[in-house]
């Protein structure tokens, strides 16, 4: 497929990866560090795969103010106008508004793809073939695409949507029956064998005017504001949010749009994904990718027989097994007796931790006093 001037991309950089702490902090949330020890960031990784499809002219970042100088370190070929700065956060449906309404006046026929920032694609190709698939049909047709892929794991952590009828336009398309965020994990192993849903990667397809029109229709929290986000988007205004921004309602573009617009689908893509979301989560994903030799780009993850997954870092076990160990470099971890622990340690803060216990390391930053904060 040949690169189309319409086709624009709009990278979620703001969020500070809570759950991933204390390797993800506030100063320095997970998309602007390097997880896997791979050379790149997780914001580096995510703009270089969408470059080799997407002009770059045409990509953009979204990110808190206080983060827009570490964002241009790392990517310092974006142009000021081409970041959004948040003041403050306000979920994912108000930037995606702010831009949609930019680009809008800049390209009315624009095809839009939105992704986050800290996710894992296996097979670049693939995914380049998928989203292209994605944004042609946007460009001739009304509705949002989610992209989906098949689940491999009953996860407990990632969102699920389910495929209803076939859609005419592709074969891989299909109307969305539902969406469910984060089963427990006897639904999601229904899910998964039922053949019927596919994990939310949290990349949407979409009509720049679609989006605008749907935010009208659907979203009354904003109505009063909307006015002022169309005016700056008739100057195509990015690089300075408009006044109403501090004042929107905290809204998810899932959960405020997508459960209303009548024109939702969902693509059945086929690449490999993984969300970067939890300790437990990366070293699930490890340990499934060892175990089917899934395709992926080097990085310095390591898992041995026991399950123990070694994350840029030297580790030693002993009767130990499903243990996650992440340290800053020269460090040797010696483990012994321990089973299903995260352990840990960035800036001077060492966590120890059962790596299922979401809530045991949600009282430990509160204990710590340190980054506090919600997704």
């Not at 994990?185 to 949407?204: D, I, K, Y």
Request: with cysteine.
């Amino acid at each position: 497929m040949t690169q189309s001037k319409n086709n624009y991309c709009l990278i979620l950089a703001g969020g500070v990866g809570s759950r991933l702490w204390p390797a993800s902090r506030e100063a320095c949330p997970k998309q602007y560090k390097d997880l896997a020890g791979t050379g790149y960031t997780l914001i580096q990784q995510t703009y270089q795969r969408f470059l080799r499809f997407i002009a770059p002219e045409n990509i953009y970042v979204s990110t808190l103010e206080t983060y827009v100088p570490l964002l241009l370190e790392q990517l310092p070929q974006l142009q000021r106008h081409q970041i959004l700065a948040e003041p403050v956060r306000r979920g994912t449906l108000a930037p995606v508004t702010w831009y949609t309404s930019a680009i809008a006046n800049l390209c009315p026929e624009a095809s839009i793809v939105i992704t986050p920032a800290d996710q894992e694609i296996y097979d670049d190709l693939a995914f380049e073939h998928d989203v292209l698939h994605a944004m042609e049909i946007a460009s001739t047709n009304e509705g949002v695409i989610t992209l989906g892929v098949a689940p491999t794991r009953p996860e407990p952590g990632y969102g699920y949507v389910q495929m209803g009828e076939p859609a005419k336009r592709s074969s891989d398309i299909f109307r969305v029956k539902a969406f469910t965020e984060k089963p427990d994990v006897e639904f999601a192993r229904m899910f998964m064998e039922s053949g019927e849903f596919l994990w939310n990667t949290g990349l949407f397809v979409f009509g720049a005017q679609y989006m605008i029109n749907n935010i009208v229709k659907h979203v009354p929290e904003y109505r009063n504001d909307f006015p002022e986000l169309i005016n700056m988007g008739a100057t195509a205004t990015t690089d300075k949010a408009p006044q109403c921004y501090a004042s929107l309602p905290n809204l998810s573009l899932e959960y405020a749009l997508l459960e209303h617009t009548e024109h939702r689908y969902v693509q059945r893509c086929h690449f490999g994904w993984a969300d970067l979301g939890t300790w437990n989560g990366i070293a699930t994903d490890a340990i499934h990718n060892e175990q089917h030799n899934t395709p992926r780009p080097p990085t310095e993850v390591k898992v041995d027989g026991h399950n123990n997954v070694s994350i840029h870092s030297e580790a030693l076990f002993d009767d130990a097994s499903g243990n996650i160990v992440r340290l800053p470099s020269g460090h040797l971890a010696a483990i012994s007796g321990l089973d299903n622990f995260v352990i840990t340690e960035e800036d001077g803060v060492l966590m120890i931790c059962p790596k299922n216990d979401a809530a045991a390391m949600r009282r430990l930053q509160t204990l710590a006093h340190i980054d506090v904060l919600e997704e």
